[in-house]
């Protein structure tokens, strides 16, 4: 049987928290449908729904295909679709968990806030069984 608990992991905005400019798995980005939200001076494109098709490390945003234009946008500006994997960062409160790839459970509108679900190996050595954690981090703290 699982055990589950709830985190709340919380990030403070800063440009050194947003992302460290690459990652490892930049390679095999996941190309999803992603919702464009809280978009200011595009806020026409805000609940348009488009592709993922690239990460530009240098600025720290996705490149989002729309149906005729292509935006760059970051990791706060796209909601990612349930069941896509996604790498946690700046976290300040648990940075242990930084750098750790968990599956998008679901997204909370009112808060911004991701349900992450993330394995754990039981303590004392020997394969002790698997327990799923649940983190809620901000839209900045999970990316593809």
Known sequence: MRARSLLHAHCTHTSACVLQATFAHAELLQRVAVTLTALESRSELNGRVGTVEGWDGRI???????????????????ILPAGCRA????????????????RVASHDDENGRYHIEIEARGGGGGGGASTAHWLSVKRDNAVL
Do not use: I
């Not at 720290?60 to 796209?78: D, H, I, K, S």
């Not at 946690?88 to 940075?95: D, F, K, M, Q, S």
């Open 60 to 78: 720290g945003r996705y490149e989002v295909r729309l149906a005729a234009v292509r935006v760059y946008v970051r990791p706060r500006n796209v």
């Open 87 to 102: 790498t946690l960062t700046g976290l300040v409160e648990v940075p242990v968990h930084n750098g750790v790839v968990g």
